[in-house]
Structures are given as structure tokens and as C-alpha cells.
């Protein structure tokens, strides 16, 4: 019944969209960084809303303890009255739209639960104590929620606790348990929202609230709205929304707070050494797709245009509709095949965009490790280009990983790329030697990459001090994942000067606050243009920053290429085909009918710092914010 009230809400409402009335610029040229429309009416209500305060509901509260700014105002009035979804630049704002937002539902529902809602551990611990600053919201109506928590403490909280920070994960179990009080939910804020895609937690939750109560509030906040049309639409529905603000850097109204970022592409040949066993590698790979092709199972085409994400496509295409020239018996040989040839196309792109030692420690964990690749295992000790390939590449390292740390020989690249990338750091920090400090951040989504990158760096003190940062699973014995403690530890050495330069995996991509930085080097490039908004905002917040992007020649360079065209392609989209955008159409006005709120402007002092959890068990402590009207 839920799916059908949901599905006829989401209707084509070409009459009830209003564009934001501020999408020309003074001189009368359209902006077409700034989109803000949704649907136009809203429904009112002849009954009085239960847990409304209809004097506190008079008035809602912006502060102006930090300067005010048009673009973050004018979104905020929007967002306290529709389901909205913001999407703003990376450091231009969003929690502090988030905090206010928040802080008037607060005042607004005395007894009402308010939720926000991350995708990791370390960005709920971040996000708590900047909304504390902000507006001050006292700590002792104030939780943060964890899996660690036991069911009954956090049962507790949910009864005398009123502003939740939290995964999206402990809300699910919560609700399905019953201890979450769902009727009693008010206002629901969602980190990193374009992660709301198919199951996802955040669909998740939004889906089980439904289910109690219409009549919630929900903010969604997002550096990118989605990687496409498709997923931008996907969002709007999974989280009930009903109006988008969306700013670019080019926005008239935000210009003013960024500083250019200058991106640069350098595009670095894969060399001869890589090339020469690319070759090998490839007729590696050549054995199985022609046994594969053989059978029917793939298109026939060359081996070097397969991927991953082909070969997955293939295997399900077989799976659901096996060639009628195969036997049942057949079919456990053909899914060996599939399996050896997707283990095969991972170590290539390795190779190419990461280079030898990801590659040599890829395939050394096929070998040596007793994971499930036993067939796969079997077949590559008996080829010769493979025994010739693992070899090479461990006469290659093996001089360098097995000496003590006193012995060490000159630190031995496994890419060109690792090269230029040092050339480009050192340059950068002689650049910036007598005129102050500086940082630089560098992403590679390998997390062998990330540990390399680290090792190279290391050998140029005290020029270069870096640190790695990686996400909290482990993966094979080399690569054990950082608690959050390790995590927490490390952003803020990165933020008071510890270290000057910090290597991430995707975790550093999103969110976490880690200051300022003037360099960022992208070690691979990403086919998702999320991931490269998420990335270039690291830089360039506080004054010019840096972008480099590292690309092997061939298709590493091509996938850069394309997703620099759907970045700039998705507001395009959205701001030409944004009417046939589907809406929520029961967005709650959440106040009562005949009642305005009027916006009074308010200094708010925040008089204590935030304690966390572990500083003070009972988080209780004195008045902890004062209003002075501005």
C-alpha cells in the first residue's frame, strides 16, 4: 500500500514547478549555476499539527554569529517548509544549513526527535560537534548512536535524548526493533545523499519512518546530485523530495566565497618496462577469452576492449540464457572461466593505471593465499608468461621489501606516473617554502597505491611527512583497515600540521573535514563524475587552489576525458530536462495552517566546547548557548 501511495505521488507536474526568482543576475544574464525549483504549492492543514509549540512556531531562528550569506539564507527558507535537495560545492556551507535547519525544528517540536544521518562512523563524529558550534543545541539533549552501542543504551537514548547523529545502519535495526520512537521523528537530515540509490540504508530508513508517519522533514545534502539524470531522479524519489537547491562554482551567489581552482591534466606514458609486460599479460588473458569466445559465451572481439564490467555483463547474459550448443556439464566450466577471466582484467587495469608492485601483489595473493581461486590458480602456474611476468616483478621488489629499514635501496617505483607525482609534490612544496605552510592531499582508490605513494614520499624528509588514510576493513594481510580512532587521530595531525601531505583511499573523498589544502593530486581518474566533484573540492576553499590529474596515455586518459563531460553535462541536464523531474508530491508543510513563521535573526553564543562522548559520559553540562537578537 506504501509503494502505491508513493508511486501515485510521484507524478509528471510540468504546472506545479516555480523557478527560484533569483536566477538572473543583477545585470539581467542568467545564471546557470544556480537551479532551484520544485513543486510550487504546498498543502495546508485545518488541524493543529500535535507536538507543535505555536509560540516558538512564530519565529524561526538565523544566526548571525557567523556572517550571513545570501545563497545559505535563502536555501534555508526553503528547506524548513519542503523536502529539499542540496547540493552545494565542497566547503561552501552545507552542515551550517543543516544546523540551523535542525535547531528550529528543535524549537519548533519541544518533544519531537531530530536525525542526522552519515555515511560513516568518522563523518557522524565530525558532523556533531560542528552543528553543536554552529547553534549550540544543548549537549545533554544530544547523542551519538553506534552499532557499538548496546540495543538497551541506545533504547535509552531514543526515550531521553532528542538530536541523534548516527549511520543510517543503527536507525534501520532500531526501527525494525521498535525501540526507535518513528511517530516522534520530526526531522531527518541526510548526509552525502546521492548514495540513496536501490537498497541502500538511507532508502532504507526513509522507506521504515514512512510506514509510522508522514510527518517528518527531510534535508538532503550532497556536493553532486548524482552521477546522471537517472540517479538524480532516483534520489528525489527514495528520499521524498520536493525541491532542489542546487549551486555550482559558477553561481553568481556563491562566487564571491570560492577561490579558483586550477585543474591540470597530465596525461604520463606507460613506458617501456610496463609495456612489456602488458604484452605478456595480455596473452595471458588471450588463453581464456578465446576458450570463452569458443563457447559462445562472449562477443568476439578484441581481448584488450573487454573490462570487468563486460565480462560481469556476459556472465549474467549466460547464466540467464545459456547457448543452446551447451550442456548442463559445461556450465561449471564456462562460470571458471568467467571468474579466471575477471580476476585477469582486474590485475590489468592494475597494471595500467596503478602500475607493477599493485599488480605483483594482486597476483601474489592469487598464488599464495588460500582464497577461492583454485582453478584460477592452478591454470597460472603452468603459463609460462605468467611464471616469466611473476619473476620479473619479483626480482624486481623483493630487494626492496625484504631489506631491513636501515639496508634500503633507492625507493623502486612501480608506475612512471609515481615519478611525476613526486617531481610535482616537491616542486610544490619548494614553491610554498617562504610563504607559509602548505598541504597537499593525494587520492588513489587502490589501497596498495595509497601504502606506495606513502612509502615514496616518506624517503624526502623532512620536506614531504605524509600519511596515509584508508577506510576500516582490512583486505589481505598487507593492507589492515584504520579503526575510527586511527582515523579521528590522523585528520586532526593533517589539520594542526603533523604532517604536510595525506594519501587517501575514496573514505577521504567525502565530507571529512581535514582543512585546507592547496594541492590535490589525483593519482587515477574515476569514471564517476561524484567522485571527482567530491575530490577537486579539497582545495581552493580558503585561497587559489590545485588540481593534478594523472593519467596514464590510452584509457586511463579517456576515462578522465568522459568524466569531465558528464560533471559538466549533469546540470545541464538538470536545468534543461529538470520538468520532467518527479517530485514528491505530499511534501508535509510540518506547521500548522494560517501560521507564518517569520524569520527573526539572532546572535547565538555558544558558551562551552563540545565534549565528546568519551570526555563526558554524561554529556550533561550548564545553559550552553545564549540569543542576543541581532
Known amino acids: 500500500m506504501l509503494a502505491q501511495v508513493l508511486d501515485e505521488s510521484l507524478l509528471y507536474a510540468d504546472h506545479l514547478f516555480t523557478k527560484n526568482k533569483n536566477t538572473e543576475s543583477k545585470d539581467g544574464n542568467k545564471d546557470e549555476g544556480n537551479i532551484s525549483f520544485g513543486l510550487e504549492s504546498e498543502p495546508q492543514f485545518s488541524v493543529t499539527i500535535p507536538g507543535f509549540d505555536r509560540h516558538a512556531g512564530k519565529l524561526w531562528i538565523y544566526p548571525t554569529n557567523y556572517p550571513v550569506r545570501d545563497y545559505q539564507y535563502n536555501i534555508v527558507s526553503q528547506a524548513l517548509f519542503k523536502n529539499t535537495m542540496v547540493t552545494l560545492p565542497t566547503g561552501l556551507g552545507k552542515t551550517f544549513i543543516a544546523s540551523v535547519v535542525m535547531y528550529n525544528y528543535y524549537r519548533w517540536y519541544p518533544q519531537g526527535k531530530i536525525i542526522f544521518m552519515a555515511p560513516t562512523k568518522p563523518l557522524v563524529a565530525q558532523q556533531i560537534e560542528a552543528c553543536y558550534n554552529i547553534m549550540g543545541i544543548p549537549q545533554a539533549d544530544t547523542a551519538e548512536m ?192 568467467f571468474a579466471m577471466a575477471i580476476s585477469l582484467y582486474h590485475g590489468f587495469e592494475l597494471l595500467q593505471l596503478h602500475g607493477l608492485r599493485s599488480l605483483y601483489n594482486y597476483l601474489d595473493g592469487i598464488v599464495n593465499t588460500d582464497k577461492g581461486y583454485g582453478r584460477t590458480k592452478a591454470e597460472l602456474i603452468r603459463n609460462a608468461d605468467f611464471n616469466d611476468i611473476m619473476k620479473m616483478l619479483s626480482q624486481k621488489f623483493s630487494k626492496y621489501d625484504d631489506a631491513s629499514a636501515s639496508q634500503k635501496p633507492s625507493f623502486i617505483a612501480g608506475h612512471p606516473k609515481m615519478d611525476k607525482l613526486l617531481e610535482i609534490a616537491i616542486r610544490h612544496f619548494e614553491k610554498f617554502k617562504d610563504k607559509g605552510g602548505t598541504r597537499i592531499m593525494i587520492f588513489s582508490q587502490y589501497r596498495d597505491s595509497v601504502i606506495e605513494i606513502t612509502n615514496m614520499l616518506n624517503q624526502h624528509p623532512p620536506t614531504i611527512k605524509a600519511m596515509s588514510f584508508i577506510g576500516q576493513s582490512s583486505v589481505g594481510k598487507a593492507a589492515k583497515g584504520f579503526s575510527q580512532k586511527e582515523q579521528l587521530r590522523v585528520m586532526k595531525e593533517f589539520r594542526e600540521g603533523g604532517y604536510n601531505t595525506l594519501v587517501s583511499t575514496c573514505v577521504g573523498e567525502e565530507g571529512l573535514d581535514i582543512g585546507d589544502v592547496d594541492l590535490i593530486i589525483c593519482f587515477d581518474a574515476h569514471k564517476s563524475p561524484i567522485r571527482l566533484v567530491q575530490r577537486m573540492g579539497r582545495t581552493g576553499r580558503k585561497r587559489e587552489g590545485r588540481i593534478v590529474m594523472l593519467v596514464t596515455e590510452g584509457k586511463e586518459e579517456q576515462i578522465y576525458n568522459q568524466s569531465q563531460y558528464s560533471k559538466k553535462s549533469i546540470h545541464k541536464a538538470i536545468l534543461s530536462g529538470g520538468k520532467s523531474l518527479q517530485f514528491y508530491q505530499h511534501n508535509p508543510r510540518m506547521i500548522p495552517n494560517g501560521l507564518i513563521p517569520q524569520c527573526h535573526k539572532m546572535y547565538i553564543t555558544v558558551q562551552n566546547n563540545y565534549k565528546n562522548s568519551k570526555q563526558s559520559k554524561t554529556g550533561n553540562s550548564s545553559k550552553q548557548s545564549t540569543i542576543k537578537t541581532g
Open 146 to 337: 553506534t552499532g557499538n552501542m548496546v540495543p538497551n543504551e541506545r533504547l535509552k537514548a531514543w526515550k531521553g535524548k532528542r538530536v541523534f547523529f548516527l549511520t543510517p545502519q543503527v536507525i534501520t535495526n532500531d526501527l525494525s526493533r521498535g525501540s526507535c520512537p518513528a511517530e516522534d521523528v520530526k526531522c531527518v537530515v541526510v548526509d552525502e545523499a546521492h548514495k540513496a540509490l536501490g537498497n541502500h540504508a538511507y532508502c532504507q530508513v526513509i522507506r521504515e519512518l514512512s510506514k509510522y508517519t508522514c510527518n517528518f522533514r527531510v534535508l538532503a545534502l550532497s556536493a553532486t546530485p548524482g552521477s546522471d539524470i537517472k540517479a538524480v531522479q532516483q534520489v528525489l524519489t527514495n528520499l521524498l523530495i520536493s525541491h532542489i537547491e542546487i549551486r555550482t562554482e559558477d553561481s553568481i551567489d556563491i562566487k564571491p566565497y570560492t577561490h579558483e581552482r586550477k585543474v591540470d591534466k597530465v596525461v604520463v606514458p606507460l613506458g617501456e618496462e610496463l609495456n612489456k609486460v602488458k604484452t605478456k599479460y595480455i596473452q595471458i588473458m588471450d588463453v581464456v577469452i578465446k576458450r570463452l569466445n569458443k563457447l559462445r559465451v562472449v562477443y568476439n572481439r578484441p581481448t584488450t576492449s573487454f573490462s570487468k564490467f563486460l565480462l560481469l555483463k556476459s556472465r549474467d547474459e549466460f547464466r540467464q540464457n545459456p547457448p543452446e550448443s551447451l550442456i548442463p556439464t559445461q556450465f561449471g566450466v564456462v562460470e571458471g572461466d
